[in-house]
C-alpha cells in the first residue's frame, strides 16, 4: 500500500514538473506569496524565518526535494489580488476558501494548517475581577452587555461569518474599530494602556505580540459558540499548473499533517493552556487520518 502511494506521488510529481514553465536557469519553480505578518511570516525581529507558514513551506519542500521553490513578498492588502491574477502564477498557504476566491483560484483538498479560532486578549486584572477561568470558554455576548466592558477589532478584517454577525450586533460605543497597518499590535498596546478592555484575534497573533511588546500583563480566553479550530489550505493561482500543483501538495500533505515537526510548528506560537487545547485536536485528526479507533476514556 504504501509503494503504491510513492509510486503514485511520484508520477503526479514528474507530471507536474514536465509542465512547468521554467526559469532563466531552466529549473521549474514554485512561487509562493508571502506576507510582513507574523506569526505566520517574521522578516525582522528575533525570531525572523520561525514563521509558522514559512517552516511549512520549508517542511513541504523538504519532502518534495526536486520541486524548486522561491518566495515572493506582497503586501497584505495584493495578495489574494497577485495569487488571483497573475499571468505566471503564485501559491500561497492557509487561505480560507471562499465563493468569490474560487473563481480564479484552485485549493488543496487537504488542509495546510490548522489553529484555533479567534479568541480574546484582556489583561490579568479583568481576568481576576470577574473571576474568569482561562481553561474555559468566554460568552462575548456576556463579558460585554454584563460587565460593560469595551471591544478591539481590526477594521475590514474577518473572524468568520458568525462572529462577524455578534459583532455587528454589539453596542457600537463599545466596539473600537481600527483601522492602517499593524492594527492588531495597534490594539493591543490600547489594551496594555486600559484603553479597551478586550481584543479579538487568533492566539497565536496575541501570543506573538505579547512576547514582542515585552507584556506578561495579558492573558487569552477561548469564545464560546464558534468552531474550536481554524483551518486553512493551499491556494494556487486557477490555470494548468496551478491545478497539478495542488494536487502534488494533497498527496504530500496527507503524510505531512502525521509528522512530530508538522505537529511542532503548528503549536509553536501559542501559550501552554491552548496548546494543549489544539494539541488534543491534533491527536484526533491523526487518529481520523490513520483510521484508527479512539479508546473508550477518549470517547467520553
Not at 35 to 43: A, G, H, K, M, R
Not at 70 to 83: C, D, K, N, T, Y
Not at 106 to 117: E, F
Request: charge should be positive; charged fraction near 20%; hydrophobic fraction near 40%.
Amino acid at each position: 500500500m504504501l509503494a503504491e502511494k510513492c509510486v503514485r506521488l511520484i508520477l503526479l510529481l514528474l507530471t507536474y514538473l514536465s509542465s512547468l514553465s521554467y526559469a532563466h536557469n531552466s529549473a521549474p519553480v514554485v512561487s509562493w506569496i508571502t506576507l510582513d505578518f507574523p506569526p505566520y511570516y517574521i522578516y525582522a525581529d528575533r525570531d525572523e524565518g520561525e514563521g509558522r507558514d514559512e517552516q511549512l513551506i520549508s517542511l513541504l519542500h523538504a519532502q518534495l526535494p526536486h520541486l524548486a521553490f522561491q518566495r515572493q513578498g506582497f503586501p497584505a492588502s495584493r495578495a489574494i489580488h497577485e495569487l488571483s491574477h497573475s499571468d505566471t502564477g503564485y501559491c500561497m498557504v492557509s487561505l480560507y476558501k471562499t465563493a468569490q476566491r474560487k473563481k480564479h483560484i484552485t485549493y488543496t483538498k487537504h488542509y495546510a494548517t490548522i489553529g484555533l479560532s479567534p479568541g480574546l486578549a484582556l489583561r490579568k486584572e479583568t481576568v481576576q475581577k470577574l473571576g474568569l477561568d482561562i481553561h474555559q470558554a468566554v460568552s462575548l455576548v456576556d463579558l460585554m452587555l454584563k460587565h460593560q466592558l469595551t471591544l478591539g477589532v481590526a477594521q475590514s478584517r474577518s473572524y468568520g461569518e458568525k462572529l462577524d454577525l455578534l459583532i455587528a450586533r454589539l453596542p457600537p460605543d463599545q466596539v473600537v474599530v481600527r483601522p492602517g497597518w499593524d492594527t492588531l499590535q495597534s490594539l493591543t498596546n490600547m489594551l496594555i494602556k486600559k484603553r479597551v478592555d478586550l481584543v479579538l484575534g487568533y492566539p497565536s497573533e496575541h501570543y506573538y505580540l505579547s512576547k514582542r511588546l515585552g507584556s506578561d500583563d495579558l492573558l487569552q480566553v477561548s469564545l464560546a459558540g464558534v468552531p474550536l479550530v481554524a483551518k486553512g489550505y493551499i491556494g494556487c493561482t486557477k490555470n494548468a499548473d496551478g491545478k497539478q500543483a495542488v494536487t502534488v501538495f494533497d498527496e504530500t500533505l496527507a503524510q505531512l499533517v502525521t509528522t512530530d515537526e508538522y505537529r511542532r510548528i503548528m503549536l509553536k506560537w501559542l501559550p501552554d493552556h491552548l496548546r494543549r487545547k489544539l494539541n488534543r485536536h491534533l491527536t484526533t485528526d491523526i487518529r481520523l487520518l490513520s483510521n484508527e479507533v479512539p479508546t473508550t476514556k477518549e470517547q467520553k
